[in-house]
């Protein structure tokens, strides 16, 4: 079946500009999630999303980032006035679900190919 | 501390040797493992999973160790293929997924 998609693949724009980035999780995966990635380095938990429930904001490094997910589907992260250090690799991955009680593989995540975002 | 630590690298392995490197994790409580592979510029992908004492796969074995809170990832006979960066997870009861930064594999002819 199909997998994760992310939309754009690649993102140019100029600092101060708002962005918008797409995830399409896989079919029937209840739980999504959107990291950050910048070169060279480990992937940066940024939010989670469970079905209807309150997402896990923790990650969000600043007021500036924001996202949201209409039900069990498309999840966009928007980031607003950007900056230079937010040029980095913007993954989204999805997983059937995380709930107690379910085995581990309710939790294994996968990926999309991301967005490159770069900041000028 | 970091809650999942891993070896940078790069390890650099010549092809058809058997490498292997661990990941330690503070959280005792931690139910479940992944390891992932990364190669350059993409995504991470789901390698294995470790929910008990271990798992193997073809050429690859992961081994739990909860006492002294370590998992290890050995790949056999090992190709210029398996070049990539492998990160490892770890799911605290919580749920909570926490990502190594990752360790760097080079297999060189």
């Known amino acids: 079946g199909a997998g994760v998609s992310q939309s754009p693949s690649n993102k140019v724009t100029e600092k101060g500009k708002d962005v918008e980035l797409r995830c399409d999780p896989i079919s029937g995966h209840t739980a999504l999630y959107w990291y950050r990635q910048r070169l060279g380095q480990g992937l940066e938990f940024l939010i989670y999303?469970?079905?209807?429930?309150?997402?896990?904001k923790s990650g969000l490094p600043s007021d500036r980032f924001s996202a949201e997910r209409t039900g069990e589907s498309v999840s966009t992260l928007t980031i607003q006035r950007t900056q230079q250090e937010d040029s980095a690799v913007y993954l989204c991955a999805s997983s059937l679900g995380r709930a107690s009680g379910r085995a581990g593989s309710y939790n294994e995540q996968f990926f999309g190919p991301g967005t490159r975002l770069t900041v000028l | 501390r970091k809650e999942v630590e891993q070896d940078p690298g790069p390890f650099n392995v010549p092809e058809g040797a058997t490498v292997a490197f661990n990941c330690t994790y503070s959280n005792s409580a931690s139910q479940s493992f992944f390891w992932y592979r990364q190669d350059c510029r993409k995504e991470p992908k789901l390698l294995m999973s470790?929910?008990?004492?271990?798992n193997e796969d073809g050429r690859f074995t992961a081994q739990l160790n909860r006492a002294s809170q370590y998992i290890s990832l050995l790949i056999r006979d090992s190709k210029l293929s398996d070049s990539a960066t492998y990160l490892c997870?770890?799911?605290?009861?919580?749920?909570?997924?926490?990502w190594g930064a990752g360790t760097k594999l080079i297999i060189k002819p």
């Open positions: 470790v929910y008990s004492s271990g």
């Open positions: 997870v770890s799911m605290d009861s919580n749920y909570q997924l926490i």
């Open positions: 999303f469970q079905g209807n429930s309150a997402p896990d």
